[in-house]
């Protein structure tokens, strides 16, 4: 099946840029999104980005997306302790329900002060 | 407007015990499914359903039912409850843009 892969942890200081990675197989993938959730709540959609885009920045957040590698990051500049919490990475293809998401593993986020 | 909504949040069962874990919605979305979520393993879908009397099985449906009599209700039933169940059940439902609308979960410990 298709597989979309985030390392588990990420540990930076409040104040610097955080690189969030995520990686995956389905090469039919439309769309790629990037989901939030804090503690004790459910998921909510940060930001999304079109497979045929390669950039996407809003506000203090930037999607990078290399197709050829499979590759989707997202970049929080000027890291907050509000944004402590689980990054998902979930792309649109093949697999997934009838929604055709998959998720995966999630990141932590841990703000050192 | 309420969107998602999951009752209990809280739940404690007893293996062989079962229940049902409810999941209502207000924004007239065809589409809803149940996900569970476990350290480490991230968000595994278990049912889901297209619309009204349609229902399909996810990655992970064993030991548990759906139904779907209503688009605004869409019920998860553990009939006989296991440890292996212990987890955070989360609803959501679809738009149809690739945003899911999540509830707030129901966090479930069998003994």
């Known amino acids: ?10 540990s930076v200081r409040e104040g610097d840029s955080s690189v969030i990675n995520c990686t995956y197989t389905d090469s039919s993938s439309t769309y790629l999104y990037w989901y939030k959730q804090e503690p004790g709540a459910g998921l909510q959609l940060l930001t999304y980005i079109f497979s045929n885009m390669d950039m996407k920045q809003d506000q203090r957040l930037t999607v990078l997306l290399n197709k050829k590698d499979k590759h989707l990051s997202l970049r929080i500049a000027d890291t907050q302790t509000g944004d402590s919490a689980i990054y998902f990475c979930a792309e649109r293809g093949s697999g997934g329900g009838a929604d055709g998401l998959t998720f995966g593993k999630g990141t932590h986020l841990i703000i050192q002060p | 407007n309420a969107g998602v909504t999951q009752t209990p949040k809280f739940q404690v069962l007893k293996t062989g015990q079962s229940m049902t874990l409810q999941c209502a919605q207000d924004m007239n ?13 991230g968000l595994r879908l278990i049912h889901y359903s297209v619309g009204a009397g349609i229902t399909d099985q996810g990655e992970v449906p064993n030991g548990y039912n759906v139904s779907r009599s209503t688009t605004e209700d869409f019920p998860l039933r553990l009939l006989s409850a296991a440890p292996s169940q212990t987890s955070v059940y989360f609803c959501a439902t679809y738009r149809g843009s690739g945003e899911l609308f999540f509830g707030s979960g129901t966090q479930l410990s069998v003994l």
């Open chain 1, 1 to 10: 099946g298709e597989d979309v892969e985030q390392s588990l942890f990420l």
């Open chain 2, 29 to 41: 979305h065809e589409y809803m499914s149940w996900y569970r979520q476990d350290p480490g393993m």
